[in-house]
């Protein structure tokens, strides 16, 4: 490239990145770097599991792209939506201070780009740094349209660990051989449950206990006696997993981009949309190790894919052919395994939970059966008691409007959206041992669209308790533009006046697990202006309906006023 071109180029990344800083200049302070991202969504052809398919991906890539940034950078991504399905991305676990429009649920907050269309995200990393993921949030393409972001903290600030000889990415994934855009129509037609996946995956690598899988495996090269940190990301749709390492302890450091005091352990636990930082000392004998994932399955008689994804902790002088040491899971079922890894999460520092309660809510999770309606019961009620399955919070199952909500809330479009989610669920019982789950009990659910408004500056706390309608589960609920304080959680019943509270260093999340057969507590601020999805992060559930909305109004303060739609904002 001639010189003059190179200047050229550089005037033009200089006026675009200027552009951006003067008209967000009044918003956030100076420091951080503009970052440009171009994602194509594109299909390209696989081979695994002895088949060929057609999968959608950003750039050609499985998993994607990896967004690297530092804290307070301002990132910017153009989404080109070259395959013929509905296309979205949300950045998972980013605050979105400000920046609603950009945080990417399909008929939340923006509608789909559609096929041939493109949108640019624009978003700020405002105080913000660690293990996050983007992926697809629309049907199911999430099984393959998922990538990491990795902040970095600012420059000659120091991890609060040692500092690691490597670092490396691990996300953990599902794989289908089917259409999952089809799947997902299939399953909600059928009003059964969803087919187990074909595979676990380790970076999109099945490993060697699946068919025509043995050289399909990811692996990391290690040097004896130095430390690795490895991000962990569950991109899956629908399992929660444990992941171990064969005779290697992990410290867990990190959970959802937050610090923590550091927690050893030989095994962790993720479910769909957490992200966790572990270090790993290679001070074994030399020899190949598995890196293992497998199923944690909490639910009573549901079907699911019980193989282990491995992959290779290799150390370097290991005999190349040599079989790997192997990696002990717990049993699928092992609920305590999950709580103990819940249980050593702490942050780092203490921090300031909010004490006095503006807004409580008390929010039951779980599934429901609905009566069938369908005229040809055999195809389409499939679920328990030849009905259909749905999933609900307060037993209100979530509709997807026709145009995103925070547009119909923003300007005002009449009919997408009601304003009266409940506080609380309209009657009590045993939520746990009592639940109406055999006809001729009532086990249906409401539809609606419904959202809870909250003011500016409200410190809300949020109590999710767990149902035994069908089965009693862990769910990961993931609440959009905040992370929250995880002040408790138990088994049975919530009951305020024996509840145990850490309002000292509680580990701040986007994703809890509510524990099966249990509940959760949680606190934040409601200080961001925006309409935010707060759902169950198994896709299925989602899909059933297991989320509502909660619209947080405008301050009246500099920096509290939610900014106007961006010109490209896709049309439903």
Known sequence: MSSMANLLCFSVLFLTM?????????????????????FKVQTMKVNKLCNTKEIVTINKMFPGPIVYAQEDDRIIVK??????????????????????????????????????????YEFTLVQQKGTFFWHAHVSWLRATVYGAIVVYPKTEVPYPFEHPYEEHIVILGEYWLRDVVQLEREVLASGGAAPPADAFTINSHPGPNYNCSRNDVYKIDVVPGKTYLLRLINAGLNMENFFAIAYHKL???????????????????????????????ANQPIGKYSMAMGPYMSAQNISFQNISAIAYFQYSGAVLNSISLPAKLPSFNDNLA??????????????????????????????????CRSKTPRNNCRGMNNGTFAASMNNISFVMPTVSILEAYYKKIGGQFTVDFPGAPLRFYDFVNGAPNNAPNNTQAING????????????QLIFQ????????????????????????????????TANFNLIDPP??????????????????ADNPGVWFMHCHLEIHQSWGLGAVLIVENGEGELETLPHPPADLPRC
């Open 449 to 460: 669209t419904r959202t809870k408004v909250l003011k500016f500056g409200s410190k809300v």
């Open 251 to 281: 410290t867990i450091v990190e959970a959802d981009a937050e610090y923590t005091k550091p927690f050893t352990t030989d095994r962790v636990m993720l479910g769909p949309g957490q992200t966790m930082n572990v270090l790993v000392t």
């Open 18 to 38: 200027s552009f951006s800083y003067c008209c967000m200049a009044h918003k956030w302070p100076a420091g951080g770097s503009t970052r440009f991202y171009d």
């Open 338 to 371: 999950a709580k103990t890894v819940m249980d050593g999460l702490r942050s780092l520092n203490p921090v300031n939970v909010p004490k006095e309660i503006d807004t409580e809510l008390f929010v039951t999770v779980g599934l429901n059966v609905n009566k």
């Open 508 to 525: 701040y999340m986007n994703t809890i697990g509510v524990p099966v057969g249990g509940w959760a507590a949680i606190r934040f601020v």
């Open 79 to 120: 989404v080109t939506n070259e395959t013929p399905y509905n296309a979205t991305i949300h950045w998972h676990g980013v605050r979105q201070k400000l920046s609603c429009w950009f945080d990417g649920p399909s008929y939340i907050t923006q509608c789909p780009i559609q096929a041939g269309a493109s949108f640019t």
């Open 466 to 497: 767990d149902t035994s309608t069908v089965t009693t589960e862990n769910h990961p609920i993931h609440l959009h533009g905040y992370s929250f304080y995880v002040v408790g959680y138990g088994t049975g019943n919530y009951n305020s006046q």
